[in-house]
Structure formats: structure tokens, C-alpha cells
């Protein structure tokens, strides 16, 4: 049992949250539980708590804690070119063969991806929709209750173009419904990663298997458990898809990597045929198979591996870039003087994209005060104002960043967007048509903190198609 009485509270809890919830916290993060552990274990006592949760008896716990500690950041259409990918070029192959696709999103947080696959099967054609069966899963139960409601907020649908949003969802006062034809397409269920469940991973369960930025968290022997058993469950020749800083190299060899296009995602190896010794013969001429129609090329170099970041508050601002948010926390934490108000606006940053709205907007309000990073600390308090419903007061907060900075493009486009939704068109269009005239020149740092995943041209088609939506373009 991991609890002994020869280690301090605040490790055994550390440990059993690796060995429950897959999660690993480094040293440096420790003290980022110590709240918790307090909260959760002040009607009985630490030690009587901690022996609670190594029984067999503390699912209920645990399921609290998974809903504190699994909150992750996602939005529709993220990495677009692999799901583009997946429904093009995968999934038809498949139907093919076999009258149902099976599709499987693991740590699917509150269910923007598989409504995404849902979404791009319905939009580009090539696959039947009554064929497709997609079903995602997640050790939070608070998430999994927010994506069968299918209800969003503007933050999640930021990727996604305006035709596709009034096509296939309706405006509510709580944000925007998924349509209940799609909505009712995929199933959600509250699942554990960690947990032995054989008959759920049963061989040929799934055609393909999407586990994007989930394993990120997790130490390389739990990923390793966790990579086995999908691999597993895939049939013959299925596809894995990672997130684009994940890399299979040392945690498995049943996978080839495989790329379409900018796309980089595996399929299952076959088996190794057995050995088997014949007599020796004669050489005789070998027939050379004509080349058929491939579903990606392969790729013969190994898997690439992320590039070391940098030391110092580059490094961290190149980790937050690439979606390794524990990482970079964990650099952050190492950084001498690490309270300088470049260092406090990436904290606030993490602490945004972890969902942790409070500590963000606390680090944002104290941040206003200093010139250097005044306009990026409105930008962030209008980012969780906007992530927690209230759009007018983020419009406020948006103001007040152009206020303080009038070139900051992406404060432009975030409250051009938000107008337009008000219906307030004539501010709309100004504000968006100040966005594409200056994000040629928005600031790096900007991009990397605020781009949410896009880049210059990414931004820059986002703010054309807003203003489209304005019925005009400049």
C-alpha cells in the first residue's frame, strides 16, 4: 500500500494521485495540492483521508478529485489537419470493408473533438454519418456531463468558420446548442484510462483511436500501459492519433508513423509472421507488386521528438507554444525571479488554459498596474470574462487593452467578434477591419501567449471571415 506512516502526508497524496488518475506532478508543483489536501481532508484529518482514499471504498472520492484536478482546456476543430485527415483519408477505407466505423475519443474533456469528427464527417462527404459510431470518454464526470449537454460558449467554437456555426448550432442564452441530430451521434462515458476494463478494450473494438495532448500528463510507463491497451483495441491496420508534440518513440514499436500532408499520426503494425525454416532452392524471379492507392505516405525516419526548450522564460514561452503546459509550469517554477511581471502574465496564462479562471484573473487584475504588461493582462481578464459567459464585460476588457495599446491586433479582432455577435455592426466592422490591417505586424509574444493554436495567417483568415459575416469585405 502506498500510504506508510514513514511518509509525509502531501508525498502519499502526490503518490496516489499518480497511481489513480495517471496524473504526474513534479516536486516544484507539489505545492499546488497542498490546498486541496487540506480542503478535502479537514472533517476527518489528513491521516484518516489518505487512508480513505488507498481503499477500495473512495470511487466517490476520487471522482471529486478527478473533476478538481482534470480540467482541461479544448475547443472545436483544434488541429484541424489531423481530422481532416482521420475523415478523408481513414475512415473511407474502412467503410469499405465493414458496414459500421467505430471512432474512439480518449480524454475527450468536455466533447469538442468527437462532435468535431461528427462535424467534419457531415461537411466534407465522405463518410455516411448513420455509419459512423464515435464515442468519447473521460475520467472527469463534470466534463462528461458538459459535453452531453452540448452546450458552448463563443471561446470553444473560436475555430470554427461562421457558415459551419449557424449550420449546426443554435444560439441560447447559455451559448451556442449543438444540433440534437449531431449531438445524439456520439456517446460519452465516464472512464478511467488507469483502470483494467478488458472487455472495453477488447481486440477490434475501434477502428481508430484519437488520444490527443492526454498522455502529455502522464510519466512514461503509465503511458506505456495506457498505449498497450489501445493498441490493443484497435482492429487490424487501425490508426492512433496524438497530439502533434507526442511522440511514440521508446514507449512502443507496434506502430508505424505514417503522414498526410502536415498531419503526422500511426497505424497498427501487423503481426510478425512466424518463422518458419524452408530447404534451401534455387533463386527465382520475384514479382513486383504494382503500387496501389495509399492512405498516407510512409514515413521511414523515426518519430520526431520535441526540441529541448531554452532555459528561462523563453523556454517556458516555447513550451506553452507546443501545448506542454505541465512542462512549462514546471520550467516557470525553476526560473530565477520568477516574479517579474513577464514571468506573472505567463503564470496567469497557464493558469487560463488549465481552467483555473480565479488565479488567472487574480494574476490579470494585479498585472494592469505595470505598463510592460498592462495591455496583454486586459486581453487576459476579457478572456476569462469571455470563457465564463459574460461577453459585454470582456468587450470592456478588450477596450480597455486597445486603450493601452492601440496596435494590439488580436484585441481588435476578439472585440470586432464579439460586437458582431452583439449586433453592433458598425463597431464590428471597424474593430475587425483594424485586426487584418495589423496583425502583419502583431507581436510575437502576443501570437504565442493569445493565438490560441493559430498562427499569423490562421488569425488572419479568422478576421476575414468574421467581417464576411458582417456582409463585408475590405
Known amino acids: 500500500m502506498i500510504a506508510t506512516p514513514s511518509r509525509p502526508p502531501l508525498v502519499r497524496f502526490v503518490a496516489l494521485v499518480e497511481q489513480r488518475l495517471g496524473l504526474h506532478y513534479e516536486e516544484g508543483q507539489w505545492g499546488e495540492l497542498v490546498p486541496l489536501l487540506a480542503e478535502r481532508s479537514a472533517a476527518c484529518g489528513v491521516e484518516r483521508y489518505l487512508e480513505q482514499l488507498a481503499s477500495q471504498s473512495s470511487q466517490a472520492e476520487w471522482k471529486a478529485l478527478a473533476e478538481r484536478l482534470t480540467v482541461g482546456e479544448t475547443y472545436f476543430l483544434r488541429h484541424p489537419t489531423q481530422l481532416e485527415t482521420l475523415v478523408d483519408q481513414v475512415l473511407p477505407t474502412f467503410l469499405r470493408q465493414t458496414s459500421t466505423v467505430r471512432v474512439l475519443c480518449a480524454g475527450c474533456s468536455t466533447g469538442e473533438e468527437p462532435y468535431s469528427v461528427a462535424l467534419l464527417a457531415r461537411e466534407r462527404g465522405r463518410v455516411d454519418s448513420s455509419r459512423l459510431r464515435i464515442l468519447g470518454i473521460d475520467v472527469n464526470p463534470r466534463s462528461i456531463a458538459h459535453a452531453r ?84 483495441a484497435l482492429v487490424p491496420g487501425g490508426y492512433l492519433f496524438m497530439g502533434p508534440s507526442e511522440t511514440l518513440r521508446g514507449i512502443s514499436e507496434d506502430f508505424e508513423l505514417l503522414r498526410g500532408g502536415d498531419a503526422f499520426y500511426y497505424r497498427l503494425k501487423p503481426p510478425a509472421p512466424p518463422t518458419v525454416s524452408v530447404p534451401r532452392a534455387a533463386p527465382v524471379a520475384m514479382a513486383t507488386a504494382t503500387p496501389t492507392a495509399m492512405v ?179
Open 296 to 474: 498516407a505516405q510512409r514515413v521511414a525516419t523515426p518519430a520526431p521528438t520535441p526540441p529541448p526548450a531554452p532555459d528561462g522564460l523563453e523556454g517556458v514561452l516555447q513550451l506553452l507554444e507546443a501545448e506542454r503546459y505541465t512542462e512549462a509550469w514546471a520550467l516557470l517554477e525553476s526560473v530565477p525571479g520568477n516574479s517579474s511581471p513577464k514571468a506573472q502574465l505567463l503564470r496567469a496564462v497557464l493558469h487560463l488554459h488549465a481552467g483555473r479562471l480565479s488565479q488567472a484573473e487574480q494574476l490579470g487584475r494585479q498585472l494592469v498596474t505595470a505598463s510592460a504588461t498592462e495591455a496583454p493582462a486586459y486581453y487576459l481578464l476579457g478572456l476569462c470574462l469571455e470563457q465564463s459567459g459574460d461577453e459585454a464585460g470582456a468587450r470592456g476588457r478588450y477596450a480597455a487593452s486597445v486603450r493601452a495599446e492601440p496596435t494590439f491586433a488580436l484585441a481588435h479582432l476578439r472585440a470586432g467578434s464579439l460586437a458582431r455577435r452583439a449586433g453592433d455592426m458598425v463597431e464590428a466592422r471597424v474593430a475587425l477591419r483594424m485586426a487584418v490591417s495589423l496583425l502583419p505586424q502583431e507581436k510575437p509574444l502576443h501570437l504565442s501567449l493569445f493565438g490560441g493554436g493559430f498562427g499569423r495567417h490562421g488569425l488572419m483568415q479568422v478576421g476575414l471571415q468574421e467581417l464576411q459575416a458582417c456582409t463585408e469585405v475590405p
Open 149 to 232: 449537454r452540448a452546450c458552448y460558449s463563443p471561446w470553444s467554437l473560436r475555430a470554427v468558420p461562421s457558415a459551419m456555426r449557424q449550420q449546426w448550432f443554435q444560439r441560447t442564452p447559455e451559448g451556442f446548442a449543438l444540433q440534437p441530430h449531431v449531438r445524439d451521434q456520439v456517446i460519452f462515458e465516464e472512464r478511467n484510462l488507469l483502470e483494467e476494463a478488458s472487455a472495453f478494450w477488447a481486440p477490434g473494438s475501434f477502428h481508430a483511436i484519437l488520444c490527443r495532448n492526454v498522455v502529455l500528463y502522464f510519466p512514461q510507463d503509465v503511458i506505456r500501459k495506457i498505449v498497450a491497451r489501445m493498441a490493443q
